[in-house]
Nanobody, 123 residues
Framework: QVQLVESGGGLVQAGGSLRVSCVAS????????MGWFRQAPGKEREFVAA????????YYSEDVKRRFTISRDNDKNTVYLQMDLLKPEDTAVYYC????????????????WGQGTQVTVSS
């Protein structure tokens, strides 16, 4: 059974930091591209960051570039998103997802999704 379980969300003041984690099970984690997406109330789900399985390359949306860092530990089947210099507009439910292939920034490329973790940034 495939599972992606996020944790680490919460309430933080603007300018603060949070790290969210996602533990995967039920599939070959090391063979999947991993991504983070977010969805704010009344908005569509949007790409945040991704890390392919085959390289150490990382990809970010323009909104979070230079503030967020994605990383993965294949031994622990875990992907992380370190979020620094948080802004109120970063408030959203954050989802991790796994893709076997496809465009890393496109949600339709991802086969497996977690349930999400809420991140709230107060001003």
């Amino acid at each position: 059974q495939v599972q992606l379980v996020e944790s680490g969300g919460g309430l933080v003041q603007a300018g603060g930091s949070l790290r969210v984690s996602c533990v995967a099970s039920g599939f070959l984690f090391g063979n999947y591209n991993m991504g983070w997406f977010r969805q704010a109330p009344g908005k569509e789900r949007e790409f945040v960051a991704a890390m392919p399985w085959s390289t150490s390359s990382t990809y970010y949306s323009e909104d979070v570039k230079r503030r967020f860092t994605i990383s993965r530990d294949n031994d622990k089947n875990t992907v992380y998103l370190q979020m620094d210099l948080l802004k109120p507009e970063d408030t959203a439910v954050y989802y991790c997802a796994a893709a076997g292939s496809g465009l890393y920034y496109h949600s339709h490329s991802y086969s497996y999704w977690g349930q999400g973790t809420q991140v709230t940034v107060s001003s």
